[in-house]
């Protein structure tokens, strides 16, 4: 064990173990994780081994990363996971008999690999668009194939011509009658009648998957265009694996990072399917062609964009892990790496006579350093309390429009897009940038790909791409906000009182000051005053009312000047970027602190004192540096005065001197195994410099003695084929 990292563990204020209970939920969800860890580090097979991940070939490693997949599964079912008489974690009720893909255990297992699975997808989008978007009789044929994986599909709703703008989809699905040679039932015909709208992107969509759920136009019986809808197409033989006639499948070739994946493409050429392979919950098309919409409620018709929100959700509370993968590295790195003297002291000691260098300083001491890292801590955790309140929150609203108890309304929906939107976009940003910043915080050694960062940022630098471009998601949040505004400027009791369950409830009362004429300003007149978290996520809130109101009082003004919406509106989408961005950051620091209050009270998590202390100094650190980042924005109306700024750089600086001691404990908390970290820097015990040694030692270039280029080497060496030949001078003639 390195002797500076032992220290750094004997200085936290705090123990350890008990954060790790609240990152898994409880004592008894650590030991299980735990388990299941063990259970994939040790098994026999060797399947899962990660030690020559780096070496391999990207088509030796997609075809390791399927046998990790299956052999996964194979375990699962040989321990149980998915037993029926077991409560489900994510949705109200047992267990489905035989159910993997419902069990918060089957997630444990699939975390435990450490490795991206072909097969994600299946159960992150396939299976929850089956369960959400087709009818009780599709979902009794198509369920039990899936659980039993003898269906495996993909998401394919990105083509090579569109992703965001999902209306412009150019797949088409057409209606061919019985008199058309469609069958006595009617079927479809999916078809690809653009280069432009070959499918391109999905995930287990180009080698793996047997099925997709595709995304295409619904050209009815009367060969009316009734837009979107989702069809489940058979790609290839569930026996020999090969493609269907009229589909063509492959993969889209090497990414920056997470190729494991394969990421597809398909053409679809007039390819037929049964009328009843249209996903058929909230709409239909019967055998005649005619189309129907079900009567249902307005909200429960936006359960399809609940799985899409869950996705999301998923997507936020991973970019706290991520992060906190990244910071565990480099913290632990920077605690073990020493550079530079303490100028003010002697840089040799004597020691019975010998005269030695002083030990240099721990690169975790420079401020500079915590600068750089500690806010990345502090988000990181931030991020894990929001992911964790807005999915549990989207499976209960989720849970209420499927079976039909509880009153969701179309506000709560849209609210929740809108939140889900702007986080999904902010906590994908920060976490990418702060991926990169803990890499380039390692120094030289940060390059290489044996410190486990470098593989970390690539795969995850899809993130603000997938499931809506972090620059058009901010679009859909201010347009569901909006409507709040004219709700508030209207004074429409009624109106107002629709957001009582929603996240945007915030914004109502720091609209009404603004609006009223009030002059809302920061009063804290010293250190003490502006470290209470109550007074800073007021200013965080202040923020984003303001430039919800800027947004709403610019558009309606080049309205009114005769500007058509769709400029006006193209012509604020940075301000609605910015707008988005400030929401986003009220929602996660209200959440932080919900949440510290929440595990606080938990009986199960006996979280102390000295618990709820190192976690408000992270709520505290997350809150000053993004107010410092973006001191801006509260300087342009005065909620902050100008003296009010040094405050918060000063109050930036006491909380990284006051989290250093807690540091690598905090990062420890999260209990990442060695096995599961993949790097030689960020090691449990601390020995990097002998694991960087070994790590270069694998590489297949130092297999030989001489190395695999000496073949070509020798003609200089032996055959000299360089060599200035003086007495016919430097040319000669090939």
């Known amino acids: 064990m390195n002797v500076d990292l032992k220290q750094e563990r004997k200085n936290a204020s705090f123990q350890v173990e008990k954060i790790t209970h609240i990152l898994d939920g409880s004592p008894d969800r650590t030991s299980r994780r735990r388990e299941l ?17 780096n070496y391999l070939h990207r088509t030796d490693r997609h075809v390791r990363a399927m046998a990790k997949g299956v052999r996964m599964l194979e375990i699962a079912r040989k321990i149980g996971i998915g037993a029926g008489d077991k409560k489900s974690t994510i949705r109200n009720g047992p267990l489905e008999e035989g159910e993997l893909m419902l069990s918060e255990d089957f997630f444990l297992l699939v975390n435990a ?9 299946h159960w992150v989008m396939f299976v929850p668009n089956i369960r959400s978007l087709c009818d009780d009789e599709q979902q ?78 619904l050209i009815d019986g009367d060969k009316v265009d009734r837009g979107i809808h989702n069809f489940l197409v058979p790609l290839r033989n569930s026996d020999s694996h090969k493609m269907l006639p009229g589909v063509t ?15 597809g493409f398909a053409i679809f050429n007039n390819v037929i399917i049964p009328r009843r392979n249209m996903a058929m919950r909230f709409a239909s098309v019967d055998k005649h ?28 509370d991973q970019a706290g892990k991520s992060l906190a993968f990244a910071c565990t590295i480099t913290t632990r790195y920077s605690a073990v790496r020493r ?80 939140s889900s939107s702007s986080l999904k976009s902010l906590c994908t940003i ?6 990169e910043e803990c890499r380039k915080a390692c120094g030289g050694h940060g390059f290489l790909v044996s410190s486990g960062l470098p593989e970390l940022l690539t795969s995850y630098l899809q993130n603000p791409t997938v499931e809506g471009d972090n620059h058009m998601l901010p679009q859909q949040s201010v347009h569901v906000l909006l409507k709040l505004v004219q709700v508030v400027s209207e004074g429409d009791e009624d109106g107002i009182m629709a957001y009582e369950k929603c996240d945007s409830k915030y914004l109502i009362k720091p609209m009404q000051r603004i609006l009223s004429g009030d002059k809302a300003a920061c009063t804290a007149q010293n250190l003490n005053e502006i470290m209470d978290l109550d007074l800073l996520l007021e200013a965080y809130q202040h923020r984003s009312a303001r430039l919800l109101l800027e947004v709403a009082n610019e558009l309606q003004t080049k309205i009114g000047e005769g500007t058509k919406m769709n400029v006006a509106w193209n012509e604020l989408l940075v301000e609605m970027a910015r707008m988005s961005r400030a929401h986003a950051y009220a929602i996660l620091l209200s959440n ?4 510290i209050k929440e595990v606080q009270s938990d009986p199960k998590l006996s979280v102390g004192k000295e618990e709820v202390e190192v976690l408000t100094d992270c709520a505290y650190l997350f809150a000053v540096y993004y107010i410092e980042k973006d001191l801006g924005d509260f300087l342009e109306d005065s909620y902050l005065e100008k003296s009010q700024t040094s405050l918060i750089r000063k109050a930036v600086l006491h909380m990284l001197s006051k989290i250093r001691s807690n540091a690598v404990a905090l990062v420890d908390s999260w209990d990442f195994s060695d096995f599961r970290l993949k790097s030689a820097l960020g090691r449990n015990d601390g020995n990097v410099y002998p694991a960087i040694l070994e790590a270069a030692k694998k590489d297949p270039l130092n297999a030989t003695n001489e190395g695999p280029g000496y073949v070509h080497l020798k003609k200089l060496y032996v055959d000299g084929v360089a060599k200035y030949d003086n007495f016919s001078g430097t040319a000669s003639r090939l």
């Not at 797949?171 to 008199?179: D, H, K, V």
Request: proline residues 4%; aromatic residues 10%.
């Open 140 to 217: 009794k044929l198509w369920l039990p194939l899936c659980r039993d994986f003898r269906m495996i599909g993909c998401y394919a709703q990105t083509e090579l011509g569109h992703g965001s703008n999902v209306r412009a989809l150019e797949t088409t699905a057409t209606f061919i009658s019985e008199a058309e040679g469609g069958g006595k039932d009617g079927s479809w015909k999916i078809h690809s009648p653009t280069l432009t709208s070959s499918k391109f992107w999905p995930g287990t969509l180009g080698r793996t998957a047997n099925t997709a759920m595709v995304i295409a136009r």
């Open 430 to 435: 920060i976490s990418a940038d702060g991926i």
């Open 249 to 263: 499948v492959g993969d889209i070739g090497p990414k920056i990072g997470y190729n494991n994946m394969d990421n």
């Open 37 to 53: 860890e063990n259970i994939i580090r040790n098994d026999p097979s060797g399947i899962f081994d990660n030690s020559n991940n």
């Open 289 to 316: 062609g005619k189309y129907m919409k079900k009567s249902v409620d307005e909200a429960t018709s936006k359960v399809a964009y609940i799985t899409m929100m869950l996705v999301r959700a998923w997507i936020v």
């Open 113 to 121: 690999v450490a490795d991206e699975l072909p097969l994600y997808l």
């Open 592 to 595: 932080f602190t919900h949440g």
């Open 339 to 418: 550079q530079g003297f303490d100028e003010s002291q002697p840089k040799v000691v004597q020691n019975n006579g010998i005269t030695k260098l002083k030990p240099e300083k721990q690169v975790l001491d420079y401020t500079q350093q915590q600068h750089r890292i500690f806010p990345l801590i502090a988000a990181s955790y931030c991020f894990f309390f929001t992911g964790r309140h807005l999915m549990k929150y989207l499976q209960h609203i989720e849970n209420q429009l499927v079976s039909g108890t509880g009153s969701v309304t179309k506000t709560q929906v849209s609210d929740l897009h809108a």
